[in-house]
């Protein structure tokens, strides 16, 4: 063999190499895919998108409902793989320990921005004079000297506790009630069909800004940070994850969301419907969102990831 057949056999084995690399399988130990869920609909449905793509890619992925400070917990001994519901900043005074080890990875492009989290009342309450934080404590009576809040161990609950134990905005009395996402949402949606006075922790995106006449309060900067709390969204993994499932790892990385996307999306949701069939059916309907999502991303056996995912959507 000449020189020239030597290095024309060469260029053609790296060029081979090259294209098994772009389409490289994962190893069959990131076939199961856990994801953790706070209970949240916003997290069921970015979730349940995931879960549903990555079915259609081969992968078998699986929900664990946890707490907030149980699913970092999870992340950090490398039972829970991917999280897409760090908030921040609320909760950035609880992954930070975990942050600062190096236990757990955080992503640096967020998987959603322009979202807000703090107090919130319905429409007729903040029209009789309910603003802001400061005005809270003005109407202890009416609002029973209660504050409504979501899960037990949520960042948003600590908050709302501590402003409460400092006695801000003279808060001192009020009482934090906390039950979970959809318990606090029947407290609110009773107080709405009975015109009665109730203070709570909203968010967006969620259906409740569509479904209710709600307003956000002003003055919590404190608490909740500026701007309504506004907040972005962000995924969080085991450190070593990209390495050890970098399919996996690199779909996650594409998954952007916008506020509007997840508030049509969780409406059929927050009605109950399975997560993962809400997001088939958006998926069908949208399926523009597959190119970005699925840009460089292989089936786990090292196909093309975006014919893959149509055909299982067509087929379900």
């Excluded at 090259?18 to 994801?35: G, L, M, N, Q």
């Excluded at 946890?66 to 699913?71: E, R």
């Excluded at 009789?128 to 609002?143: E, R, V, Y």
């Excluded at 292989?298 to 087929?315: E, N, S």
Aim: net charge neutral.
């Amino acid at each position: 063999m000449s020189r020239f057949q030597t290095l024309q056999a060469c260029a053609l084995l790296f060029a081979a190499a090259a294209c098994s690399s772009t389409y490289a399988a994962d190893p069959a130990e990131c076939k199961a895919v856990r994801f953790a869920d706070v209970g949240w609909t916003d997290i069921a449905a970015t979730t349940g998108v995931a879960s549903t793509i990555l079915a259609g890619l081969g992968y078998e992925p699986t929900k664990t409902i946890a707490s907030v400070p149980i699913t970092f917990a999870g992340l950090k001994s490398k039972q829970i793989d991917v999280f897409l519901g760090y908030w921040s900043p609320t909760m950035d005074p609880m992954i930070a320990p975990f942050t600062k080890s190096g236990s757990i990875k955080v992503l640096p492009t967020p998987n959603l921005t322009g979202a807000k989290y703090t107090l919130a009342v319905p429409d007729y309450v903040y029209q009789a004079g309910l603003h802001s934080f400061q005005d809270i404590a003005k109407f202890a009576d009416k609002l029973q000297g209660r504050i409504y809040g979501i899960e037990p161990g949520n960042d948003g609950n600590q908050l709302i506790q501590k402003m409460i134990t400092g006695n801000q905005y003279g808060l001192g009395k009020f009482k934090l009630v906390e039950s979970s996402e959809a318990g606090m949402l029947v407290q609110v949606n009773r107080a709405v069909r009975d015109k009665q006075w109730i203070v709570f922790l909203g968010w967006e995106p969620h259906p409740m800004n569509v479904q209710m006449k709600i307003d956000y309060l002003t003055g919590g900067d404190d608490v909740f940070g500026p701007d309504y709390g506004a907040a972005k969204v962000l995924t969080a993994e085991p450190p070593d994850y990209s390495t050890r499932c970098p399919n996996v790892a690199k779909f996650v990385s594409n998954l952007q969301f916008t506020t509007a996307i997840e508030n049509h999306l969780m409406v059929p949701i927050a009605a109950k419907e399975d997560p993962n069939k809400a997001a088939a059916d958006w998926l069908k309907t949208n399926p523009q969102m597959l190119d970005k999502w699925l840009a460089g991303v292989t089936t786990l056996d090292g196909k093309p990831g975006l014919p893959a995912v149509r055909a299982y959507l067509g087929a379900h």
